[in-house]
């Protein structure tokens, strides 16, 4: 199987030593959306930070496309388009021109500004400074920002944070379509585990800095729980798992 | 080269709708406004002046006087920390370390652009002198043009004078500002220095205060050449600065 993204014992800590991952080995197959799921403060953040380059002096390894982050920065962030935990804006400026400082940066085609703005529903903002749009509006900007250069990997943190149900679905089905139409991987992490079943075909679950589990979505379902009878749902097969870590 | 170009290109846009550029544009009009407003107030001595043959001389110290003591420090310290800010305010630094641009363009093109909006602020301020100089002409019929011709030689070496005295102060700004997300800090250090360069003025060893150089300018000590000693410790300063600013951008951990 090809992996678009790899990690080889992946390791973080903060300066006071406090472990925050702890060889983390992530497998991300090309072509998959893989939903990288865990609690508050179990390290999902963290982890996609190192995959983004954003922190770095870490033991361990990151490999994007087979290249190793380090030392290739530059090119994997070409393939690369990130939203990493709030939506990183200009307040000041309209979602065009918060479009066109990055176009700038990816020396992408100005064609490529309208058509991420009526992805995520935003061709109509006109002149109105980002700082004073919605929640909701504010994230879907992040999103087209990411998307803005067409990459062929989306790294997400909390992409549907401040959507309405509406938008929420609107967003889902924009990344089934990139996935399915333009062969986008994505490695989305949220919490809301009802979206991000409807989603994913991949799942790992990550819980204080170690990784729980890693596969298809289909092998997460097929894990057999004696405790439970009922039906196997995403949300409470991550809090048996997560509770027999614990245990 | 081009990496850099670009990079410089997507920070030019960012100063649009600014605090920062708005203050650029004040930062150099403002002095040429208030002397215009104070010269078409004071209708008698115009025609004096204007017929001196020293109007340019005296209108180029007066304008310096405010601008180099007092506006253009406090300036650089205000436009250098507001455009800094931009990208904590807004919680950018992430998004933009993940393009693929290299984080020397980056940092150098930041710095660049509040270099050009320094070379922006000098320009208007020219022009706002010029114009004070010849604007009572054009609104009184009874004043005449000034009797010599600008003295643009001497402006432009003015303002390449006061610009290389401020540059350590933008220096030293850009590195407070990478070092904090509170705007306050770099502020509040940027403002207690140039009261301690001001201070410093009249102090034998002044000039290591780099916050007091414009003031510096306009003191003459005997048997010392100011103006070599001042542009020599200025670019010292700026290189050190600029060179720690760039260590501090290019090591730091957590460039989210």
């Known amino acids: 199987m090809q992996y678009c993204i790899e990690t080889h014992n992946l390791s973080h800590s903060y300066h006071s030593g406090e472990g925050i991952l702890h060889g983390i080995n992530i497998k991300v197959p090309q072509g998959a959306i893989y939903g990288f799921l865990g609690a508050n403060g179990a390290g999902k953040t963290t982890t996609l930070k190192l995959l983004t380059g954003l922190l770095t002096s870490t033991p361990g390894a990151v490999t994007v496309y087979n290249q190793p982050l380090r030392g290739n920065r530059l090119p994997i962030m070409r393939q690369m388009g990130s939203l990493i935990e709030t939506s990183s804006l200009y307040s000041h400026l309209s979602a065009r021109e918060n479009l066109e400082v990055f176009r700038r940066l990816y020396q992408c085609p100005a064609t490529n500004i309208p058509e991420a703005l009526a992805q995520v529903g935003l061709e109509n903002t006109g002149s109105k400074k980002a700082g004073r749009f919605s929640l909701g509006m504010k994230q879907r900007l992040g999103i087209a920002i990411a998307l803005l250069h067409k990459p062929s990997l989306l790294i997400l943190d909390e992409p549907t944070n401040g959507l309405d149900p509406q938008g929420m679905i609107e967003i889902r089905e924009l990344f089934k379509t990139l996935n399915r139409e333009q062969h986008v991987s994505i490695v989305i992490s949220s919490h809301i585990l009802s979206e991000m079943e409807k989603l994913v075909t991949h799942i790992g679950i990550i819980n204080k800095g170690r990784l729980l589990f890693q596969g298809s979505l289909a092998e997460l379902m097929a894990i057999n729980n004696p405790s439970s009878n009922g039906p196997h749902d995403l949300e409470t097969l991550f809090i048996n798992l997560v509770n027999t870590a614990y245990a | ?256």
């Not at chain 2, 930062?27 to 017929?51: C, D, M, Q, W």
């Not at chain 2, 002409?137 to 390449?160: D, H, N, T």
């Not at chain 2, 009261?195 to 000039?207: D, N, R, S």
């Not at chain 2, 070599?228 to 720690?244: D, E, H, K, Q, R």
Request: aromatic content about 14%.
């Open chain 2, 1 to 256: 080269m081009n990496a850099f170009i670009y990079c410089f290109s997507s920070e030019w846009l960012k100063k649009k709708h600014s605090a920062a550029a708005w203050l650029t544009l004040a930062g150099g009009l403002f002095v040429p406004l208030i002397l215009l407003f104070a010269r078409l107030n004071n209708k008698k001595e115009l025609y004096a002046s204007h017929t001196s043959g020293q109007l340019w001389k005296t209108l180029y110290t007066t304008g310096w006087q405010y601008m180099g003591i007092l506006l253009l420090p406090l300036g650089v310290i205000l436009v250098t920390s507001l455009f800094i800010q931009v990208e904590f305010k807004n919680n950018t630094w992430k998004q933009l370390h993940t393009t693929p641009k290299s984080f020397t363009a980056l940092f150098f093109a930041k710095l660049a652009v509040i270099l050009v909006m320094l070379l922006q602020c000098l320009l208007l301020f020219n022009v706002g002198m010029l114009l004070c100089g010849m604007v009572p002409a054009w609104i009184y019929v009874q004043i005449p043009l000034p009797k010599e011709s600008f003295p643009l030689l001497m402006y432009v070496k003015g303002s390449l004078l006061f610009l290389m005295a401020s540059l350590p102060v933008l220096a030293l700004q850009f590195l407070l500002g990478l070092l904090t997300k509170n705007f306050l800090v770099p502020l509040g250090v940027g403002m207690a220095l140039y009261v301690a360069g001001i201070i410093g003025v009249k102090w034998q060893y002044g000039y290591i205060i780099p916050y007091g150089y414009g003031a510096l300018l306009f003191a003459r000590k005997p048997g010392v050449d100011t103006t070599i000693l001042i542009t020599s410790w200025a670019v010292g300063y700026s290189i050190v600065f600029i060179a720690a600013a760039y260590l501090l951008y290019l090591t730091k951990r957590d460039k989210a």
